[in-house]
């Protein structure tokens, strides 16, 4: 106990001499410790203050926030199917014969153009013009027997039967003559159209059968582009619909689609489409590579800066407008085209207000002071959400 009250008299000891010797120093230090609470509370809100955004500003206050706006009205931007295939020629036929005989003619080199109706091959007549002259002969005999059942019928000396076995006779012996001409032209193989010859005619001397190829020949004016749509573009393709296309030299030429499968290619779900252009000097080739820029209907868009675009809280890309009573609005759009102009996007009505600086500075629903690029204020107004004030 008398350890104790030692040491209560010591604490009373030192607290008397700081209270009396100290006291100015005491005084000094809680004050500047006060003061210095007090000015990291009023630091501390100026920099929130400072930070935040005019969005937050403006929650407890009923000034808007500045932005600059872009009155903007929708143009028709003018939509293309990219479509890649190959050249193909019009026509392509392997040209055959339809009789038997030796060719007797000299041939003709590939890459010769040839009109329509001239001489490929020529056979050997062989026997065909007595099997013709035999024929014709027949006919006569039927004639003439025709006649005297019928002079014999008149007379009672002939029945029916005999005068319909007579006309079946003529007309046996009109059907060899027809099939001994026509055997007589089958010699002379001809060319079925203009065109160019991909290949050499059957060479002097060579026996053809039936069915034997002569040559082949192909047209290659006009010729077709062909490519192959995906199910996802090619409600867009119309026939008649005008398309560009760029070879694989670089070479730029103009069609019309022709031709628009209604059914896919089963392995790949595509569309077969076919472009004409006029080739008259045969400078495009069959089976060159192609890329083709088809017509399709426009779409309403607005061109829009780049940096317009926005996000909400989704991750939903589009832009901030000017909506109705000022207030912010959230407006998602899809991505068009992109151009050195800017970006074309689809989504909007047909007249917005489109908020092109500070849309990062407001949420929908806030109140807005827009100033549109027209206006001379809306230059300092740029120059004001440059500098976060």
Not at 74 to 96: D, K
Not at 290 to 306: F, N, T, W, Y
Request: proline content about 3%; some cysteine.
């Amino acid at each position: 106990m008398r350890i104790v009250s030692i040491v209560i008299a010591l604490l009373v000891t030192v607290a008397l001499y700081f209270f009396v010797f100290e006291r100015d120093r005491l005084t000094d230090f809680a004050a500047t410790d006060s003061t210095a609470t007090g000015a990291h509370t009023e630091t501390t809100a100026q920099a929130e203050s400072e930070f935040a955004t005019p969005a937050q500003k403006t929650m407890g206050e009923a000034h808007p926030v500045s932005v600059v706006a872009r009155h903007s009205t929708a143009q028709t931007l003018t939509n293309a199917v990219v479509v890649r295939g190959e050249t193909e020629a019009a026509r392509e036929v392997n040209v055959t014969a339809e009789t038997s005989g030796r060719v007797v003619n000299a041939p003709l080199r590939k890459g010769a153009y040839v009109q329509v109706g001239q001489t490929l091959c020529e056979l050997d007549l062989g026997t065909r013009e007595a099997t013709l002259a035999q024929a014709k002969a027949g006919f006569a005999q039927a004639e003439v027997a025709l006649a005297n059942a019928r002079k014999l019928a008149e007379g009672g000396y002939a029945s029916e039967t005999q005068i319909l076995t007579a006309e079946a006779g003529i007309e046996s012996a009109r059907a060899a003559v027809a099939i001994a001409t026509r055997d007589i032209e089958n010699v002379t193989i001809k060319a079925p159209f203009a065109g160019l010859l991909e290949s050499d005619t059957a060479e002097l001397g060579t026996f053809l059968s039936s069915g034997a190829a002569c040559a082949t020949v192909i047209q290659l004016d006009p010729i077709k582009l062909v490519g192959y749509a995906p199910e996802a573009d090619v409600a867009a393709i119309e026939v008649g619909a005008l398309a560009g296309a760029r070879l694989i030299s670089g070479r730029d030429v103009t069609g019309r689609v022709t031709f628009l499968s209604r059914s896919a290619d089963p392995s790949t779900r595509t569309f077969r489409v076919e472009v004409e252009i006029p080739n008259p000097d045969f400078t495009i080739r069959d089976g060159q590579t192609v890329e083709m820029a088809i017509s399709a209907a426009g779409l309403a868009a607005h061109l829009v800066p780049q940096s317009a675009l926005t996000l909400d809280d989704q991750g939903q890309i589009g832009l901030r407008i000017v909506g109705v009573d000022n207030r912010a609005e959230f407006a998602p759009v899809t991505v068009l085209r992109d151009t050195l102009e800017g970006i074309w996007v689809a989504g909007l009505a047909d007249e917005v207000d489109i908020i092109v600086v500070g849309q990062d500075f407001v949420t929908a629903g806030v109140l807005v002071e827009p100033h549109y690029e027209d206006d001379p204020a809306a230059a300092d107004a740029d120059t004001q959400m440059e500098s976060g004030q």
